[in-house]
């Protein structure tokens, strides 16, 4: 008994290696900005650059923006599917496996040669851009709800709230919503770790984004994209744990799914 | 004019036939049952008074409303289901509330009515308590306490208790009961299980296939079964094989034997009919003169706690006959030859079909 739990924690230790050296590595680089000693150097540099705040503000936006556009769109559908056409789930799931086929590149291109005439003239509007990041996070963002939609048994509870008296939209604002909390959070979370550092879709269509900002950085100068890669990983854990204590009263309902048997 | 009135209902999935022409009446305050295995359509016509299935054809009326047409949010009935559905972001309290929430009723008119519900159904300690903290016979109170707050015209259960284990069942049925009479409103109650529908029920829809097998009070779906699906589906019976000898004079043979039953038999003669006795009715001994005598041998006897079942063959037959539990009582030996006699009205005729018609 004692060798199996040498072994599991072996194989813990190991994996929790192969992802932290990494991560190790580059803080430890981004310390060499002055020569000789271990400095924040890299890091103030990157902090006196206007344009670091300002691309990772637009990011931001742009994530809040795609996540809030995404849920419009896909929780109402899903939830529209669960209820309606079940049958239909295994076609979107196949559906939702488009976008990893098709490479951002190729999104893009289509996309502006899609929307720059007349009567789609939306290729200089960001609206194009977060309709890029719908696509790219699909995959992440319909799975996710429709799994949290499943564990809750939809149907059932759609029926209670209709048996007394509650509207669709009352049902879904008041019933459906609070209890997939953990499921919008997880879509919620991807969606923003994706357009955060997304870069195709930002060079392509020519915006000041994070991503492309973390390129040109990187292709000028040493010490300060791992600087960079360390205060975006940062910010990104950051933004997540606000999002997480802002919804912790999810929590109590997400043991609450097995409830319903 | 009944309280609910379903007039020539049919219902299909796809190709298949799922509920046929069936027609019934529910009194006001009435307790009604719709009793019947899986598949027999019993939930299906449930659902069709809820609201949440469209009849083919046919009508629906509640209190004189033709309700197919109406959605079922705006039918105004109170709702069971079999695995309680209480929302799980909200506390027992908050559940309760719902229902008044949406009907936009005051804040302190609400919570008088929740406390009420909760005497009711005798949870009020738990009112704070959220649905994965409470049991499942908890649970289902509390979605009773929901279901009746706000004031519908009827009450609709679908299998409530068949997620529940036994002893919780049984006190759980009859605390439904006293409820029910309590608030007096109409109810359909949705089961599989037989000793729940005849406990608790005013009267008893037996259901096969599709259709009505048998309406009627508990007593008369047991003691006088129309048809052979409902005579086997309700409690042990024993299904005697036997040919019409004399169907004027009430007259069977069974191996030989003239049995006779109470009234005439409506089936030709030489016509193979199976004669329906309750093992309880049948006497291990030569009983009174007039009885129906059949003699065989014991071929085992089982304990069931209050009664004893003798399992006997008696001219190529298969008998069951329950006795109470007497301890003083020998048990007759496996191999004994025995005698069993039965009265002619406990010998009850079952057909090959019958079809349930309402007056």
Same mark, same amino acid.
């Given at each position: ?23 190790? $590595? !580059?803080?430890? /680089?981004?310390?060499? =900005?002055?020569? +000789? ?19 990772? =503000? ?12 995404? /849920? ?6 899903? &939830? ?19 976008? /990893? ?8 291109? =289509? ?9 789609? $003239?939306?290729?200089? !509007? ?9 696509? &790219? ?13 499943? $564990? ?12 007394? +008296? $509650? ?29 955060? +550092? ?57 043991? =609450? ?5 | ?40 359509? *019993? ?43 209480l929302f799980?972001?909200m506390t027992a309290f908050q559940n309760i509330a719902f ?6 009723? #005051? *804040? ?6 929740v406390?009420?519900m909760l005497?009711?159904v005798?949870m009020e300690e738990f009112a704070g308590r959220y649905p994965?903290q409470l049991?499942?016979?908890q649970q289902?109170r509390v979605a009773?306490a929901r279901?009746? #707050? ?68 508990? *007593? ?26 004399? #169907? ?112």
């Open positions: 008994m004692r060798q199996r739990k040498f072994w599991s924690w072996l194989w813990v230790a190991l994996a929790f290696t192969y992802f932290l050296l990494p991560l190790v $590595a !580059t803080f430890l /680089f981004s310390l060499r =900005g002055k020569k +000789g000693v271990l400095s924040f150097l890299a890091y103030r540099r990157v902090f006196d650059d206007p344009q670091f705040l300002s691309t990772f =503000g637009f990011s931001l936006e742009m994530a809040i923006l795609t996540v809030a556009a995404g /849920f419009l769109l896909m929780v109402p559908t899903t &939830i529209w599917i669960e209820l309606k056409a079940p049958k239909l789930r295994s076609l979107i799931e196949a559906l939702s496996y488009l976008p /990893f086929v098709i490479p951002p590149i190729v999104l893009v291109f =289509g996309l502006i040669r899609m929307y720059s005439r007349p009567p789609f $003239a939306l290729v200089s !509007t960001p609206a194009l851009l977060v309709a890029g990041y719908i696509v &790219i996070s699909f995959p992440y963002m319909y799975r996710s709800i429709s799994a949290g939609l499943q $564990a809750i048994h939809l149907k059932i509870l759609m029926e209670a709230a209709q048996s007394l +008296g $509650a509207s669709w939209i009352s049902a879904v604002l008041r019933i459906v919503l609070p209890n997939i909390r953990s499921a919008l959070l997880s879509a919620a979370l991807l969606t923003f770790a994706i357009v955060i +550092g997304e870069l195709t879709l930002a060079v392509m269509l020519a915006w000041p984004a994070f991503g492309p900002y973390m390129a040109l950085v990187g292709r000028d100068r040493a010490y300060e994209p791992a600087a960079l890669a360390i205060l975006s990983f940062l910010l990104t854990w950051l933004s997540v744990a606000v999002m997480h204590a802002v919804t912790r009263g999810g929590e109590r309902s997400d043991s =609450g799914a097995g409830a319903v048997h | 004019m009944a309280f609910l009135e379903l007039e020539h209902i049919e219902k299909d999935f796809g190709a298949a036939p799922v509920v046929s022409d069936l027609s019934l009446d529910v009194e006001e305050g009435e307790f009604v049952s719709f009793l019947g295995g899986s598949g027999c359509g *019993k939930t299906t016509t449930l659902r069709m008074i809820a609201g949440f299935e469209v009849p083919a054809r046919g009508v629906i009326r509640i209190d004189g409303q033709d309700v197919v047409n109406v959605a079922a949010r705006h039918r105004n009935i109170g709702m069971v289901f079999q695995n309680y559905a799980p972001n229902g008044l929430s949406i009907a936009s009723m #005051a *804040k302190a008119d609400i919570r008088i009515r406390q009420e005497a009711l005798h994965q049991s499942g016979g289902q009773l279901a009746l #707050a706000i004031r519908p015209k009827m009450l609709l259960l679908d299998e409530p208790l068949s997620a529940l284990d036994a002893r919780i069942r049984t006190r759980l049925r009859e605390e439904i009961r006293q409820i029910q009479r309590a608030v007096g409103i109409t109810t359909v109650y949705v089961t599989h299980d037989q000793e729940e529908a005849l406990s608790i029920s005013d009267r008893v829809v037996v259901m096969d296939r599709g259709r009505i097998e048998q309406v009627g009070t508990p *007593k008369e779906i047991y003691d006088t079964p129309a048809s052979r699906h409902v005579a086997s589906f309700i409690g042990t019976l024993n299904m005697i094989e036997a040919t019409v000898r004399d #169907a004027g004079s009430g007259v069977l043979d069974v191996g030989g034997v003239a049995i006779r039953t109470a009234a005439p038999i409506r089936a030709a003669g030489g016509t193979v009919i199976h004669a329906a006795v309750r093992p309880e009715r049948i006497s291990p001994s030569t009983g009174a003169a007039g009885d129906n005598r059949l003699s065989g041998s014991v071929t085992e006897t089982l304990f069931l706690g209050s009664t004893v079942r003798l399992v006997v063959h008696a001219h190529g037959r298969r008998l069951s006959v329950d006795l109470f539990n007497d301890p003083d009582l020998p048990l007759p030996q496996i191999g004994s030859a025995i005698t069993l006699s039965f009265a002619p009205e406990a010998c009850i005729p079952i057909y090959a079909s019958s079809a349930y018609r309402p007056e």
